[in-house]
Structures are given as C-alpha cells and as structure tokens.
C-alpha cells in the first residue's frame, strides 16, 4: 500500500530525506508534487512530466467529480488508465475547493452542502461520499474529507471545525474499503497554534498512513505559516510521511524542508508559467516585458531544461504575447524542470549534511533576486494583466 522510510535525519533541523514507496513508483522525499486539477498539468503529456524525473501527481477529487464524473473514471479504468500516468498520484477530497470555489456551502455534522462553481447544481458531499469518489477514481494516495474555515475566523469557529474534522476523520477511516489505497489525515486548526496541536494529536491517535497539514496558503504572511509548522510537525509521527498542502513558493519548500515536510504541492509552477513569469537561478524572468523581444539568449544559461537548450527569450516573448499555446507548454516545463532541481538540491544537501548551507545560500541569493527584480521587471499594471489559461479555475 505505501512504504516510507528516512534515509538521513539533519542535525541542524528538522529536515529529513527519505523514500516514499506505492505500487506505482519510487518517490524520493522531500518531494513537490505537480497540480494536474483535471488530470492533466495544463498543457503538458504525462511522458513531460516524467522526463522532467516526477513520479507523484495531484489530481482534483471536487472538480473530478463534478466532470467527468468519478464513476466514468472509474468505468474507464481510474485515473492512471484515464490520462495514461504511469507514477503515483494522490488526490485531495475536496475540501478546501467545496469552500473556496462552491456557492451557498453549508457545512453541518453530516457534510457539505454547495451549488457547482460549473452550472449552479446541488450536491452534498460528506466524508463517506469523499472516500468513495476517491477510491472510484483509484488513486495511491487519497486524504481524509476535513472542513476548511475561510479566515479570519474566531478561536470558537476554528474550534467547531477541528472537531467537525476529528469526527469526519474517524468516518473516513471507517468507510474506506480498498487495501491498495493509503489515506492520509489532514490537520485543521487556523492560525492558532492550540488548535493546530489539538488537530494534530486527535489525528495521529487514528490509524492513517500519514499526516497533511492543510488550510494555510490563505494569504497569511509566511511567519504565520512558519509558526504553524513549528507547532505541528513536532507532533507528527516521524515514521510516517508528512504532507503540506497547496504550498509552493520556492523559499517556502526549503523552509517546509527545514520543518521536516516530506511533499508538497502547489500552482505556482504551471500558473506562474502561463502567466509568463519563469523562475531562474537568478530571480524571476517576466517574459511578456518588452526588454526581451529581441533577446537571444535562453531563459537562463544556468539551466539544461529542454526549452532553454533550444529556444530564446525572444521567441518565448513573440509565443506569449501573440497568446500561442505553445507558450503554456514551454513556459511550464522550464518551472518544473527548476523545481525539480530545486527538491533534488534540497535532498542532497540532507543527505550529505550541508543542508543548514544550502539553506543559508539559497536565502542570501533570493534576497539578492528581489533587489534585482526591483530594476528588471516593468512595473506596469496593463503588463501584468496579460494571461493565457487554458481551462479551469484551478490548475
């Protein structure tokens, strides 16, 4: 079902190295997973994103299941036959979708009940439901239906929640019917750390295969975050995978990393791409600017990802300001081939006991990137409205 195992613990921190093991594949951790909401990472092929060397997807179980339907998937093949995957993938329940983008949700004991972002339609999810979409859909790995509190919220409505999530929790639990599948449970608590540890220690009395942390990323400032984790993950099992959900700017993996996270998953690699700003070993490239339409070099002379071996700044600038989609497709790859490399640079240095290093020089280096950025980027606001998206609300 899932196998997990620590490699090299580093001594500075918390960080740890590890493998994470399904039937499918072979995970090296820390890991980043790629967001595919609808299966796919918007316009790439499942063969891209293994020769950019990533074993573990995120999949969408909410938008999933509102299209094509989980029980298509399902008669289908699941998901690994329905987009040809042949990695592991890990979908979420729901959750934080149902109360970020549904109309009129009301949530009580039983579940959630909310109109489609899509057509307005009802539905009422509860944690049976969630399981049995998940297992439909076939995933590795599948998570625990939780309650997301949209914030700032109260010490008594994130209290409310936590319980309401123990509770969904332990149905999870009961209702899940297929060995082959690992679930994981997801701890709630807002911005207060009392919560966060009462979450954590409710969840890990429960027998699941490994622990998310979940409702951040809400437009808290990082020192909250941060502060979160601090309170968390010393609860957590340290044999069983850790899991931080939706979070995925470059310095928050090195600083989730230094917490001991093992995953993480976020848009920001295949969203910043479609928006044309590219991550590089020197601060961001926003390729839409003008500065670039007669620029030959690459991306980033840095980097042997496909796209900057073979085409320039120029011709990346004609393709998104002309909106071709090809620049969704090259724009996507270049991120995750610097994502990629960031988590293997990460898993190194743990491993060969310079993480405390890396992590000292990766900051020094982006706080030199910010000032860069300063005199590099146009700052005009009809620039940053440009855009090309391919689909839905999410990736």
């Not at 690699?269 to 590219?278: A, I």
């Amino acid at each position: 079902m899932l196998e997990f195992s620590i490699q090299k613990n580093d001594l500075g921190s918390l960080a740890r190295a590890g493998t994470l093991k399904t039937k499918r594949a072979s995970i090296e951790t820390p890991t980043f997973m790629p967001v595919g909401s609808l299966g796919p990472v918007k316009g790439l092929e499942p063969d891209d994103l293994w020769d950019l060397g990533y074993r573990l997807v995120l999949n969408n179980a909410y938008h999933l299941y509102l299209r094509p339907g989980h029980d298509i998937v399902a008669e289908l093949g699941g998901l690994h036959s329905f987009t040809s995957w042949p990695g592991a993938i890990l979908t979420d329940s729901g959750g934080f979708q149902i109360f970020s983008l549904a109309k009129l949700c009301k949530v009580t004991d039983e579940g959630a009940t909310f109109q489609s972002h899509l057509d307005g339609s009802t539905h009422c999810i509860t944690p049976e439901l969630a399981i049995a979409i998940q297992e439909a859909l076939g995933a590795d790995i599948i998570m625990a239906f939780d309650e997301c509190v949209e914030l700032p919220a109260s010490h008594e409505r994130v209290s409310q929640a936590v319980v309401r999530t123990t509770g969904w929790a332990q149905r999870c639990l009961q209702t899940r019917r297929r060995p082959d599948q690992a679930l994981f449970g997801i701890v709630q608590g807002g911005h207060y750390p009392d919560l966060r540890t009462r979450s954590a220690a409710d969840l890990v009395a429960m027998p699941f295969d490994g622990f998310a942390i979940g409702g951040l990323s809400v437009g808290e400032e990082k020192s909250v975050t941060y502060a979160v984790l601090d309170s968390v993950v010393p609860g957590l099992p340290k044999d069983r995978p850790r899991y931080l959900m939706g979070i995925g700017q470059p310095e928050d993996l090195v600083e989730g990393a230094a917490r001991g996270i093992d995953m993480f998953d976020c848009v920001v690699p295949s969203r910043h791409g479609r928006t044309g700003w590219l991550f590089t070993s020197f601060g961001r490239v926003l390729i839409r600017n003008a500065q670039y339409a007669r620029d030959e070099g690459p991306i980033d002379s840095e980097c042997d990802c496909y796209v900057c071996a073979r085409y320039s700044r120029a011709y990346l600038h004609h393709l998104y300001r002309t909106k071709e989609m090809l620049a969704v497709r090259l724009n996507t790859i270049h991120n995750l081939h610097y994502f990629a490399g960031l988590m293997r640079g990460i898993r190194a240095s743990i491993m060969d006991g310079t993480f405390e290093l890396f992590r000292r020089n990766f900051h020094q280096e982006r706080a030199s990137m910010v000032r860069d950025e300063d005199v590099m980027c146009d700052p005009s606001p009809t620039q940053g409205a440009v855009s090309i998206s391919l689909g839905d609300r999410n990736d």
